[in-house]
Each structure stands twice: as structure tokens, then as C-alpha cells.
């Protein structure tokens, strides 16, 4: 795990665009986007001892969760992990552009591989308050994951929280389910089809066409060879049984909607 040290370019990124397109990008995939957050944000102020949390923002790509945390708490202590070098460089680029320097050690950005069981050793801030993370862990095994969540638990203080919102189903109801994905799926295909939306796909063609994002989608590539491996997408009982297994006391659902859900584990 490595401090992240953006490249240097000639060229200008347009920080604030690359943001707003992400975001839209998202948004595609998840319409209650900001209302998941906002109650990921909720649960932190409800634990949060001082006003100034301490955030561990995991696999937090272009800053979205760190961003919106610090808008509801200016006092922030944050350290943003992940392994992409195109959104690793855009979250910095923003954070610095709104002058918070992630050299000044209170907002951080670090580079890390969560399948590397080293990953958190010499994270700044520790113990966090809260470990939140969103629409990212499904790439992981399901073996990695639940020896993850261990390793997150470690990180938190006692009474700490850890957040987990992705695609989580009910599997108490699998056919008002498939109906949902249906709906969704159908529903992105439109607004794509039409050009109201970019796709995942064609949001990193655009990356790599960008004088600065350009070579960090080559680098990209050459961490993920293929690809992330193929999602996995358990229902939320799976996780909520296996954080209990991992030691936390309490385990249970902050957010639901529709297919998705925000589970929350409590040390």
C-alpha cells in the first residue's frame, strides 16, 4: 500500500466534468445514488463521537463517498483506498482543486489492492469511526470478502461502523426480484439506447480518449488483464451472516431499495 502519486501531464483535466460525467454514469446503474449515501452519512453521524470522523472511503474511486462526508462534516479525517489509477486521479485532482491537499494528511489517498491481505498495515487515522464502501465489493471472491470483512473490523474502533451498499437482494422474494432487475435493465438499456446516459462501456472509451485519463487506461488495463472478475451478487442474508461470523456484534440493513441494499456491521 503506497501513498497515490498522480502523474505529471501537459495537458489540463477537467476535474469538475470527469466528476459530473461519473456521477451521471452511476446514476444510470443506480437512480437512489445520493439517497444510499445520504443514509450511509446518517449512520456515521449517529456513531460519530467528536465532529471530526474518521472515514475510511474503501474502493472509493472518483471520491464520491468522501466528497459527500465532507460536505456533512467539514471537520472530516478521510482516507480514500483503491487500486484504479484513472479514478485515483480524478479523486485527487478534485480534492485539490477544492484545496484540501491530500499531502496535509487529513484527507488521503492511497493505492491499494484489497486482495492483498496487507493492504490496511499502514493506513493513516486508524481506528476509523466508519468504513464505508459502495457498488465496489462485488468484484471480490466470495473467499477474499469474508476474510475482508475481519480486516475491516480490525481497522474500526469498538463501536465503530462498517457500510456496505451494492447489489444486495431479498431472497425472501425471488420472483418480485427478477421482475425488478427486468424493470431496471430495461430501463438503463433505454436511457442509453437514446443517449440520455453513457454506459459503463462507454464511459472508460471516453477516458481513453483523454489526453490526461489516456495512458492511466492503459496502466489500468494492465492491473486488471481481463477485466475485473465477474460480479458476485449474494442476497443480503449472505453478508450479514458472514459479518456476524467476522465478529461484529450487530448486523443489519440502514437502506433498502429495490434490489439494492446498505448493510451496516457494528463492532
Avoid: C
Avoid at 16 to 21: I, L, R, V
Avoid at 140 to 153: C, D, N, Q, S
Avoid at 237 to 246: G, M, N, S
Wanted: proline share 8%.
Amino acid at each position: 500500500m503506497t501513498p497515490y502519486e498522480p502523474p505529471s501531464h501537459p495537458h489540463t483535466l477537467d476535474t469538475a466534468a470527469w466528476q459530473a460525467s461519473w456521477d451521471r454514469q452511476q446514476e444510470v446503474y443506480m437512480p437512489d445514488r445520493e439517497e444510499r449515501i445520504a443514509a450511509m452519512l446518517d449512520a456515521v453521524e449517529a456513531i460519530a463521537e467528536n465532529p471530526e470522523p474518521r472515514i475510511l472511503d474503501l474502493a472509493g474511486g472518483t471520491g464520491t463517498i468522501t466528497l459527500r462526508a465532507l460536505a456533512r462534516f467539514p471537520r472530516l479525517r478521510s482516507t480514500l483506498v483503491d487500486l484504479d489509477p484513472v479514478l485515483l486521479t480524478i479523486a485527487e485532482s478534485t480534492l485539490l482543486e477544492r484545496s484540501l491537499d491530500p499531502a496535509d494528511g487529513r484527507i488521503g489517498v492511497v493505492a491499494a489492492d484489497l486482495n492483498d491481505p496487507s493492504w490496511a498495515k499502514t493506513l493513516p487515522h486508524k481506528p476509523y469511526d466508519a468504513v464505508l464502501t459502495a457498488t465496489a465489493l462485488h468484484w471480490l471472491a466470495p473467499e477474499r470478502l469474508t476474510v475482508l470483512f475481519g480486516e475491516i473490523r480490525d481497522v474500526l474502533r469498538p463501536g465503530g461502523v462498517f457500510i456496505n451498499a451494492d447489489h444486495l437482494t431479498d431472497d425472501a422474494l425471488p420472483a418480485l426480484t427478477e421482475r425488478l432487475i427486468a424493470r431496471s435493465t430495461a430501463r438503463r438499456e433505454a436511457l442509453v439506447a437514446t443517449g440520455a446516459a453513457l454506459s459503463w462501456e462507454s464511459w472508460w472509451q471516453r477516458a481513453a480518449a483523454d489526453p490526461v485519463l489516456a495512458p492511466l487506461v492503459e496502466k489500468r488495463a494492465q492491473i486488471y488483464p481481463t477485466g475485473h472478475s465477474a460480479e458476485w451478487n449474494p442476497p443480503a442474508t449472505w453478508h450479514l451472516d458472514a459479518l456476524r461470523a467476522a465478529g461484529f456484534r450487530e448486523a443489519g440493513l440502514v437502506w433498502r431499495g429495490g434490489t439494492d441494499a446498505a448493510v451496516a456491521a457494528v463492532k
